[in-house]
Nanobody, 115 residues
Framework: QVQLVESGGGLVQPGGSLRLSCAAS????????MGWYRQAPGKERELVAK???????VYADSVKGRFTISENNAKNTVYLQMNSLKPEDTAVYYC?????????WGQGTQVTVSS
């Protein structure tokens, strides 16, 4: 089992920045990739960014150039730096960890971009 605890969400004005953190614990040796998904009201959950064990990254087209995913292996933590935030980035952001056979999810953190 893997446990994920997110932090860092909140309310920010358009053009502002936020950094989300996700701390993993438990069977972290089994994790092949970690990432962030988001779900806006009335929409399906979508991939925002992910990073693999070897450091490869993938981003949704809508966040390329604005968001950066990174990791601190010593702290078993993944970060999502979000810059130039737009109202359409408003959603609940979920941390995700994937092993060969399992997907694990955090509890979610609300990000609201509004003036």
């Amino acid at each position: 089992q893997v446990q994920l605890v997110e932090s860092g969400g909140g309310l920010v004005q358009p053009g502002g920045s936020l950094r989300l953190s996700c701390a993993a614990s438990g069977s972290i040796f089994s994790i092949n990739a970690m990432g962030w998904y988001r779900q806006a009201p009335g929409k399906e959950r979508e991939l925002v960014a992910k990073i693999t064990r070897v450091g490869s990254t993938v981003y949704a087209d809508s966040v390329k150039g604005r968001f950066t995913i990174s990791e601190n292996n010593a702290k078993n933590t993944v970060y999502l730096q979000m810059n130039s935030l737009k109202p359409e980035d408003t959603a609940v952001y979920y941390c995700n960890a994937a092993s060969l056979s399992m997907m694990y999810w955090g509890q979610g953190t609300q990000v609201t971009v509004s003036s």
